[in-house]
C-alpha cells in the first residue's frame, strides 16, 4: 500500500485542537460571496435563477410557522408544522425591487436536504438541524414538539440551518439547496432522482470499517475524541443550566409570595400599608420577570444545543475517511495477494497453503498453456489493481486535503460562536443579578420609611 509522501503528511497535519471556544450569532446570508470559480452571467433583471444563485447576495428567513393536518405516507393524518421559507435579493438593479420568493416546508424536507449534502459532500462539517424534540429542558418547560414557544424556537434553528448552508463557501452553490429554497412542488422527487439513497454508506458498513481497520489516521482518530469531548462538555453544561434554571424559577417564585403577603400585610396594618404595598409590588414585577428571561436562556441554551449536534457531524467526516481507508487497505491486500499467486505461478513454488495448492498436489500441474493464461489474466488484474490502488490513494488524499480546510473553517467559527454566546449569557446573568439587587433595595427603602 503507499504511502503518503512525507512534505503532504506535514501539509495536512491539522492544529492542536483547541478548548471549547462560539456560533457566529450575528450571521448574514451571504450566499456564494466566499466562494470560487465562475457561474453564467447574471441577468439584468436583478432575479435570482439558478445559474446566478452562487454570485448574488440573498436575505433568507424562516418567517412563520403554521399548524397543519394532512395525510401522511401510510394514509393516516396527522399534524404537522410547515414553515414558510422567504428568500430575497439584496442586489438591485437599474433602481428595480426584486420580489420576495416564499414556500413552505416542513421539518421533514429539512432532513432530506441535510441527508443529501452529507451524502454528497463527505469531506464537509454539515450544519445540523434544530432538535426535533426538546432535550435537556427545566421541569416548567413544556418538552412538547407541538408547544408554541417551541416551535418558535425550532423555527429560529432552521432559519439558522438555512443561513450556515447559505455561507458555506461549498454547500451554497449545490443546485438541490437553491431548488430548496425555490421550487415547492415536486423537489423531493428531485432529491431522490439524484439517487443520493444508493450512496449513502451503511452504518453497518461504517461500524466494519471501525474496528477493522489496521492503520487509522491518528489525525482523525483524534478528532473523534474531540468529538466526543465537545459533546461531554456541552451535555454537561445543558444540565448543569436545566437544573439552575429550576433553582432560578422557584427563588422568582418565592419572591411572588413576599409581594402577596405584602399586599396583604398592607390590608391589616394601616400605618404602615403604603409602605408594604409598595415592597409588595417591587417584589411582584420582579418575579413576573423570571418568564422573560428563561425564554432568553433557552435562547443560548438552543445555540449550545447547535454546536452539541456539530459533534455528530465530525464524527460523520471521521467514519468516512475510515470507510475510504478500510476500501484501501482491502484493495492493498487484494493486490499483494495477485502478486504473490504470480509470483507462484511463474516460479513453481508455493510458500503458503492454498486450496489450489493442494488441488494441483491432487490432480497434477497445470499445463504451461494453462499456466501461461492464468498468469497473463493475473497480470492484467494487478494492472487494474495498481492503478485502482493509485486512484485510491490520490482519492485518500485529496479527502484529507478537503476534510481538514473544513475543519479549520469550522474550528474558526465555533470558537467565535461559542465565546459570544457565553459571554452574552454572562452578561445577562449579571444583569439579572443587578435588578434583583436593585429590587431589595427599594423594598430596604420602603420598609425605612415605615
Not at 506535514?10 to 462560539?22: F, I, K
Not at 439513497?197 to 452504518?203: C, G, P, V
Not at 443550566?241 to 422557584?250: F, P
Request: glycine letters at 6%; charged letters at 30%; hydrophobic letters at 35%.
Amino acid at each position: 500500500m503507499e504511502q503518503a509522501p512525507p512534505d503532504l503528511e506535514r501539509q495536512w497535519q491539522p492544529a492542536p485542537l483547541e478548548p471549547l471556544g462560539h456560533a457566529d450569532a450575528g450571521l448574514q446570508a451571504a450566499v456564494g460571496e466566499e466562494a470560487e470559480g465562475s457561474r453564467d452571467e447574471v441577468p439584468g433583471d436583478g432575479t435570482m435563477t439558478e445559474n446566478n444563485f452562487g454570485l448574488k447576495k440573498i436575505e433568507i428567513s424562516v418567517s412563520e410557522a403554521e399548524k397543519r393536518t394532512g395525510r401522511n405516507a401510510m394514509n393516516m393524518q396527522e399534524t404537522y408544522t410547515a414553515y414558510l421559507i422567504e428568500t430575497r435579493s439584496v442586489e438591485h438593479t437599474d433602481g428595480q425591487s426584486v420580489l420576495t420568493d416564499s414556500l413552505w416546508r416542513r421539518y421533514s424536507e429539512f432532513e432530506l436536504l441535510r441527508n443529501y449534502l452529507l451524502v454528497y459532500y463527505p469531506h464537509i462539517v454539515v450544519p445540523p438541524l434544530p432538535e426535533k424534540r426538546a432535550e435537556f429542558v427545566w421541569h416548567k418547560l413544556s418538552a412538547d414538539n407541538m408547544d408554541p414557544d417551541f416551535v418558535e424556537r425550532r423555527r429560529i434553528g432552521l432559519e439558522n440551518f438555512l443561513l450556515r448552508v447559505a455561507s458555506h463557501p461549498i454547500l451554497c452553490r449545490d443546485k438541490i439547496f437553491y431548488l430548496f429554497l425555490t421550487q415547492e412542488g415536486n423537489w423531493k422527487e428531485t432529491v431522490n432522482e439524484t439517487g443520493f439513497q444508493l450512496k449513502a454508506d451503511s452504518r453497518l458498513k461504517a461500524l466494519n470499517a471501525t474496528f477493522r481497520v489496521k492503520n487509522p489516521d491518528k489525525r482523525f482518530t483524534e478528532l473523534k475524541h474531540y468529538s466526543d469531548e465537545l459533546q461531554s462538555v456541552i451535555s454537561h453544561l445543558l444540565r448543569v443550566r436545566a437544573r439552575v434554571a429550576d433553582r432560578l424559577y422557584g427563588v422568582y417564585k418565592v419572591h411572588g409570595n413576599y409581594g402577596r403577603v405584602f399586599s396583604e400585610w398592607s390590608a391589616i396594618e394601616k400605618e404602615m400599608g403604603d409602605g408594604l404595598q409598595s415592597a409588595g409590588h417591587h417584589m411582584d414585577v420582579y418575579a413576573s420577570s423570571i418568564d422573560d428571561i428563561l425564554e432568553d436562556e433557552e435562547h443560548y441554551a438552543d445555540q449550545l444545543k447547535e454546536y452539541l449536534f456539530y459533534a455528530e457531524a465530525l464524527r460523520a467526516v471521521c467514519r468516512k475517511h475510515e470507510l475510504m481507508q478500510y476500501d484501501l487497505e482491502m484493495a492493498a491486500q487484494d493486490l499483494a495477494s495477485k502478486k504473490q499467486q504470480c509470483e507462484e505461478l511463474a516460479t513453481g513454488t508455493v510458500r503458503t497453503f492454498s486450496l489450489k495448492g493442494m488441488t494441483t498436489k491432487l490432480f497434477g500441474q497445470e499445463t504451461p498453456e494453462q499456466r501461461e493464461a492464468r498468469i497473463k489474466v493475473l497480470e492484467e488484474q494487478i494492472n487494474e489493481g495498481e492503478q485502482q490502488l493509485k486512484s485510491k490513494n490520490l482519492e485518500g488524499r485529496e479527502f484529507v486535503k478537503n476534510a481538514w480546510a473544513d475543519i479549520e473553517r469550522f474550528k474558526e467559527q465555533k470558537n467565535h460562536d461559542l465565546k459570544e454566546a457565553l459571554i452574552s449569557y454572562a452578561v445577562m446573568q449579571i444583569s439579572m443579578c443587578k435588578k434583583g439587587i436593585q429590587v431589595w433595595t427599594n423594598a430596604k427603602e420602603c420598609f425605612s420609611k415605615m
